[in-house]
């Protein structure tokens, strides 16, 4: 009886994470009446879908993962969580060794890893964000590979099939990459289609991935499809992530730093 019981559980609990995602929002009480279940069983089920990182749990119920919202140019979102991309970027970078090639991708945050990298010796730098090339341009000891494609202009970066062919071709130690959003069960995701088809072949360029993320982009959902969550080796985010997305991200062998 208690398989049994175990598996109604289970059963109960991705029902119920179902709806939340359909409705957006449930309370307590709800759950209690539409599965026939005490405030103490709909109270348990809700703090497991949380932990699994499927709905963020709020006061007297829980909530779907949010949406990420238009992002805007690059250049513009630099102040945006500043001091958070600074840490973030800066932890990041401590993880690269000496004599490593990076793949680093776009977005302020990876550019904040770059911007740590400049006074390093021996590095081999492959990126297709021009912000990035600029930055380590009169870095005598980095030698720094610019990937060819079609110019984003709002992110200042390359894009497109010259840009994933150039990226098929070099093996890299590491990744450093942004992303616009990231989900525990959609993984990781971008709004603008055509430069989520890249980030896919910057996710497989390198033995070990960094993404680097602040907490506006954690339990967000985005329109393109870049890779699952077990994609990413380490998580770089900032202490105003919930911890239970944290727990939640860790239970997929991703390890995180928080900053």
Same mark, same amino acid.
């Given at each position: 009886m208690k398989r049994v019981s175990a598996i109604w559980s289970v059963e109960r609990q991705d029902r119920l994470a179902r709806l939340v995602q359909l409705r957006k929002r449930i309370t307590v009480a709800e759950v209690c009446r539409e599965f026939h279940v005490c405030l103490a069983t709909a109270r348990r089920d809700?703090?497991?879908i949380a932990e699994q990182g499927r709905v963020q749990r709020v006061h007297g119920g829980a909530v779907a #993962?949010?949406?990420? #919202? #238009? @992002?805007?140019p690059a250049l513009e979102r630099a102040s945006d969580q500043a001091d958070e991309k600074?840490? $973030?970027?800066k932890a990041a970078a401590e993880l690269v060794g000496s004599?490593?090639? /990076? !793949? $680093?991708?776009? =977005?302020?945050?990876?550019?904040?890893?770059?911007?740590?990298? !400049?006074?390093?010796?021996?590095l081999t730098v492959i990126t297709n964000s021009l912000l990035v090339v600029n930055l380590l341009s009169?870095?005598?000891d980095i030698n720094v590979i610019c990937l060819g494609g079609m110019l984003r202009r709002s992110e200042m970066s390359l894009i497109g099939h010259i840009a994933e062919q150039a990226l098929s071709e /070099?093996?890299?130690?590491? &990744?450093?990459?942004? $992303?616009?959003?990231?989900? &525990? @069960?959609q =993984?990781?995701?971008?709004?603008y289609l055509p430069e989520a088809a890249s980030d896919r072949v910057i996710l497989k360029s390198g033995?070990? !991935?960094i993404l680097v993320a602040d907490h506006t982009k954690c339990g967000r959902v985005a329109t393109g499809f870049v890779g699952p969550l077990e994609a990413v080796h380490t998580l770089v985010t900032d202490a105003r992530v919930p911890g239970s997305f944290i727990s939640a991200v860790k239970k997929h062998g991703v390890n995180v730093i928080t900053v």
């Amino acid at each position: 009886m208690k398989r049994v019981s175990a598996i109604w559980s289970v059963e109960r609990q991705d029902r119920l994470a179902r709806l939340v995602q359909l409705r957006k929002r449930i309370t307590v009480a709800e759950v209690c009446r539409e599965f026939h279940v005490c405030l103490a069983t709909a109270r348990r089920d809700l703090d497991a879908i949380a932990e699994q990182g499927r709905v963020q749990r709020v006061h007297g119920g829980a909530v779907a #993962p949010a949406e990420a #919202p #238009p @992002e805007g140019p690059a250049l513009e979102r630099a102040s945006d969580q500043a001091d958070e991309k600074r840490r $973030i970027g800066k932890a990041a970078a401590e993880l690269v060794g000496s004599s490593e090639t /990076v !793949v $680093i991708g776009t =977005g302020t945050t990876a550019l904040e890893a770059a911007r740590n990298l !400049v006074d390093r010796r021996d590095l081999t730098v492959i990126t297709n964000s021009l912000l990035v090339v600029n930055l380590l341009s009169e870095s005598t000891d980095i030698n720094v590979i610019c990937l060819g494609g079609m110019l984003r202009r709002s992110e200042m970066s390359l894009i497109g099939h010259i840009a994933e062919q150039a990226l098929s071709e /070099v093996r890299a130690n590491k &990744v450093i990459m942004g $992303i616009r959003a990231i989900d &525990v @069960e959609q =993984g990781l995701t971008n709004d603008y289609l055509p430069e989520a088809a890249s980030d896919r072949v910057i996710l497989k360029s390198g033995r070990q !991935v960094i993404l680097v993320a602040d907490h506006t982009k954690c339990g967000r959902v985005a329109t393109g499809f870049v890779g699952p969550l077990e994609a990413v080796h380490t998580l770089v985010t900032d202490a105003r992530v919930p911890g239970s997305f944290i727990s939640a991200v860790k239970k997929h062998g991703v390890n995180v730093i928080t900053v």
